[in-house]
């Protein structure tokens, strides 16, 4: 999702999807790429009404998140869970844009990010 500051949001909005490999990046400004690397976890796992990945943003706040939902299921007490995030923070090289998404942007991502 392409978000600017100068889009015209009105109120507090959410965005709910899937990947295909268990990872959520975001471009900063200054070309730093933000990832957050997560188990894939399939629809049928998610809870109701929600997504694997979820994009909120609050524009009067002034931000945005990027949120990774992990598998739904129900504790029993003393029951705990497990959820491995790995957060990774690289430059963008230069000869890739950083206004929008492009193939070059998704391959760097997945070939020197989250599998290198």
Request: proline content about 7%; glycine content about 8%; overall charge negative.
């Amino acid at each position: 999702y392409l978000y600017y500051p100068t889009d015209n949001v009105r109120g507090k909005q959410k965005l709910f999807a899937f990947t295909q490999g268990g990872w959520l990046a975001h471009v900063t400004a200054d070309r730093k790429v933000f990832v957050k690397k997560f188990d894939h976890v399939l629809p049928a796992r998610i809870t109701p009404g929600q997504g694997e990945v979820e994009v909120y943003i609050d524009p009067q706040a002034g931000y945005m998140e990027l949120e990774n939902h992990g598998t739904y299921r129900q504790l029993q007490p003393g029951e705990g869970v497990d959820y491995q995030v790995t957060w990774l923070l690289r430059e963008l090289p230069e000869n890739i844009p950083a206004d929008r998404l492009t193939q070059a942007l998704i391959d760097f991502v997945e070939k020197e990010i989250v599998n290198p």
